[in-house]
């Protein structure tokens, strides 16, 4: 069994008082975590929003009938919680009203989940967010070695688990994730008419990682209105297919202040998304490859050490540019991803250094790259 690192945080939170949420797209190991943690309960209730009896018992229920409904349970999961209506004010529910029973929800769609707990659950709950599978949490089921010599291999497939515990049956199992998970939530939203631009979209995403975007063009290219274009992407960055990231601007005129690059959280669901699984010593997009993953696995780290760090991107007028922006506590850390070991030695743009004094600069590369995403083991 792979350890997850967002384990030791959940189970810290039992007993609490305050409902945990987790989130994070369908199939990353939300519900397999807490099989793990707690299967072995016989108090604990295990019920899912996607089964439409679970769904009409929330409808009609108060807190006399869910407090028979316990009985002498001391534990309610609830997997893919953003199917039930106001969900929010019955979790609230048994917070408040039943002492001594801890709430766990997971939710695979944060733009119904997140609107449905907030402000229900205000100063009552934990939030946490998990992904496929991490270089890290795969380093420490293996080894760093092993798991770095992997790195061209999940540059390909991505790190969703079951992608990882299938050896030889990847693209299979990246074709069912794509094509019966991916889009689930997201076309399951009224106002969503025309599911076949949402694709599109995806596509032109997928062949621009790493690149500024612009609502405008990806629109022209799949005939969609700026306006909606971006709706579009803010549905995708919800339900934790892509993610957006800033330009980072501060002092000078030229720099880029209203970009956005566009990363995907999972690599084998980029490459599944344009049906490309070619091995990256034949691909032409293996920089851009090598920059979404050095992102998206900091992205989870930050994430799962709860660290207050800001990410940027660094671009100027003058086509100046920086990969990634560590932004914590006043002092800045500037990354470059390459893909080609020999050029390790890359230096900062000057206008950058002599700006931003005393950043830290550093180039990760394959050869370096545990060093910089896994931290202490």
Known sequence: ???????????????????????????????????????????????????????????????????????????????????????????????????????????????QLASKVNESLTGRKREFQMFPLSFKEMARHTNPLTETRLIPHRMVYGYYPEVVTSPGEEREVLRELSSSYLYKDILQLDGLSKPDRLVALLQALARQIGDQISYREIGMLVGLDPKTVERYIDLLEKSFVVFRLGSYARNLRNELKASKKIYFYDLGIRNAVIADFREVENRD????????????????????????????????????????????????????????????????????TETYRPATFKVVTPANAAEYLLGPL
């Open 285 to 352: 997009d293996v920089g851009a490859l090598w920059e979404n993953f050095v992102v998206s696995e900091r992205l989870k780290q930050i994430s799962y050490d709860r660290s207050f760090v800001n990410l940027w991107f660094w671009r100027t007028q003058q086509q100046k540019e920086i990969d990634l922006i560590e932004e914590a506590d006043g002092m800045l850390t500037a990354v470059e991803c390459k893909w080609n070991p020999g050029k390790a030695n890359v230096k900062a743009p000057k206008m950058f």
């Open 1 to 111: 069994m792979i350890k997850r690192q967002l384990k030791p945080a959940v189970e810290a939170l039992v007993g609490s008082g305050k409902a945990i949420i987790i989130m994070g797209a369908r199939q990353v190991g939300k519900s397999t975590m807490l099989h793990e943690m707690f299967s072995d309960r016989d108090d604990a209730l295990w019920l899912n929003g996607d089964d439409p009896d679970v769904r009409e018992l929330f409808n009609n229920m108060t807190s006399d009938r869910m407090r028979l409904f316990l009985a002498n349970k001391k534990l309610l999961i609830v997997d893919e919680a953003q199917r039930i209506a106001d969900i929010g004010l019955k979790l609230k529910l048994v917070t408040d009203q039943i002492p001594g029973v801890q709430v766990i929800a997971t939710g695979s769609s944060s733009f």
